[in-house]
């Protein structure tokens, strides 16, 4: 479907970088608080509580613990982007290009810590930080052909949490926690506007032949978006977990997003601002765990909920409140099940898989590729002793293929279309121990 593009479509990239559990940017909807959790596709990640990083995905899983502990780690996130059979129109052009892109992706390191401190046998208190996302894409101009629909984008996001949780009875346990977001983008797009060209006819007489004498061209680069922005956001969260046996257990939780007011330099097409208003997506996740009577195998799943349905508008506020952009994002679910096998003393072994649906609906763009996308897992835990673990996790996502049409009109228009597919590998790290 075509649909007019502006510039700052893709800075809204800095506003889903600030979101407290989860980011989409380069199309992928990505978690990074634990290695398990990669090694599993999340499943079940609300309630399994084998480590600390439970607590990001529901404080009141902290009551199951009863003794204090802690997880750190990091997630090493490669993305693959790329463009396929596209074709430009320039401004001021009549003639179509074609261009291609394989490798608009790369590479990024998310860390995390968790810690969790029983006080007692009801009440325990925790705190975490970790990165929920950082990355790094760019459309080179010089290989790109159609800049102004590329680009650069560098993104990170830091959460710090603070939770407790609380048992009720045997059963039930509640928990709830406070969310301090700070995110940082930086954007460029550009465009390259040419005048001129092309040929003229000049007839030096009425007896003489017609001659074609070439028309200079001059080309001129406008930058289009220039972004550098950072804010800070309070959310908070809130869970509870029902325990049918030892061996049985479900889990709910809901997080709350704040909209950021993300301050800085941001340029749009000459004029300047220094807000970027950015309304971040709530939420909710189910998940259960059942552990086979007489068995080594567990199986595990989730079903989380996220409103990217709140992404309307991109706002900006200087001279006078402009909207840089206009999107139609919708609410999502992703879907995932998984299974761990505890081998033996030493080992525990685990895989997943996730069914993710994409945040975009009718209108797509080439610098923000999005699909629903596959997640395969697997993992393991190497137990070093009674007291230490350490976790590896890896996840191959598998975009699908988008048809992408696209216009921008500055006084002048430009047009492209292509066919965008985004993939990406998680790899997970971590040390976990208790005291």
């Known amino acids: 479907m075509s649909h007019k593009f502006n510039f700052a479509k893709s800075a809204l990239l800095i506003g889903s970088a600030l979101a407290a559990a989860n980011v989409n940017a380069a199309g992928f909807q990505l978690n990074a608080q634990s290695a398990t959790g990669i090694g599993r596709a999340f499943a079940g990640d609300a309630v399994i509580a084998d480590n600390a990083s439970v607590m990001a995905r529901n404080p009141a899983a902290m009551a199951l613990f009863d003794e204090p502990s802690l997880s750190l780690g990091f997630e090493t996130i490669i993305t693959d982007i790329s463009v396929t059979d596209g074709h430009y129109k320039g401004f001021t052009k009549t003639e179509t290009v074609a261009t291609e892109y394989n490798d608009a992706g790369g590479a ?37 052909v159609g800049s102004e629909y590329g680009g650069k984008t560098d993104i990170m996001s830091l959460n710090l949490g603070v939770s407790g949780s609380y048992r009720l009875n045997k059963q039930w346990s509640v928990g709830a926690g406070l969310d301090l977001i700070y995110g940082k983008g930086e954007l460029e797009r550009n465009a390259n506007l040419s005048i001129g060209g092309g040929t003229f006819e000049f007839k030096p007489c009425d007896f003489c032949q ?131 096998y505890y081998l033996n003393s030493n080992w525990t072994l685990r895989a997943g898989y996730m069914y993710d649906e994409s945040a975009q609906d009718e209108l797509t763009s080439i610098s923000v590729p999005d699909s629903d996308r596959q997640w395969f897992s697997t993992g393991f835990t190497y137990h070093i002793n009674s007291k230490s673990d350490v976790d590896f996790g890896f996840t191959y996502l598998m975009g699908k293929d988008v048809e992408v049409s696209e216009e921008t009109d500055l006084g002048v228009v430009s047009t492209i279309t292509g066919t965008t597919r985004a993939n990406a590998i998680l790899v997970g790290l971590q040390y976990s121990r208790t005291f």
């Open 210 to 340: 017609p001659q074609e004498i070439p028309l200079p061209e001059f080309t001129s680069e406008l930058n289009a978006l220039k972004a550098e922005a950072d804010g800070i956001g309070l959310g908070f969260n809130i869970g509870t977990v029902y325990e049918l046996n030892e061996n049985n257990r479900f889990g709910l939780s809901y997080r709350y997003s704040p909209e950021i007011e993300a301050e800085g330099d941001i340029e749009f097409v000459g004029t300047k601002y220094d807000t970027l208003t950015l309304p971040l997506p709530d939420m909710a996740e189910l998940s259960g765990y059942h552990h086979i009577d007489n068995t080594k195998f567990a199986l595990h799943y989730s079903v989380q909920w996220t409103g990217w349905g709140v992404f309307k508008t991109l706002d900006a506020n200087g001279p006078a409140r402009k909207t840089l952009n206009e999107y139609h994002w919708k609410d999502g679910f992703h879907y995932s099940i998984g299974g761990t």
């Open 108 to 144: 990024s390191i998310a860390p995390n810590i968790h810690y969790i401190h029983p006080i007692n046998e009801k009440f325990a208190l925790g705190i975490n930080l970790y990165s929920n996302f950082g990355t790094s894409t760019e459309f080179k101009d010089s290989r790109f």
